[in-house]
Nanobody
């Protein structure tokens, strides 16, 4: 079993900052890409940012220059630093890890439970 536990969501005023964390535990051989996705009410879940096993980041256009994704492989943790938050960033944020549980096995997707981020204007 692999579990992802998120933390760091909350209520913040527009222009403020939040930092999300997501830590993995359980039977893990290695973790490939890590990422953050978000889902606003009535909308599809969309990618926010991802980071490869080599540390290469990708950002959705809507968050470029405001959000920073990073990872700590030793802690099996991914972070999302969110600055200059806007009301349109309000959503439930989910972390996603692509995990291999054993050598030679395909990677599988695991998701966190979601954390609410609310930005008041």
């Amino acid at each position: 079993q692999v579990q992802l536990v998120e933390s760091g969501g909350g209520l913040v005023q527009a222009g403020g900052s939040l930092r999300l964390s997501c830590a993995a535990s359980g039977n893990i051989f290695d973790i490939k890409a890590m990422g953050w996705y978000r889902q606003a009410p009535g909308k599809m879940r969309d990618v926010v940012a991802t980071i490869s096993s080599g540390g290469m980041p990708y950002y959705a256009d809507s968050v470029k220059g405001r959000f920073t994704i990073s990872r700590d492989n030793a802690k099996r943790t991914v972070y999302l630093q969110m600055n200059s938050l806007k009301s349109e960033d309000t959503a439930v944020y989910y972390c996603n890890f692509k995990v291999r549980r054993h050598w030679g096995e395909d990677e599988y997707d695991y998701w966190g439970q979601g954390t609410q981020v609310t930005v008041s204007s």
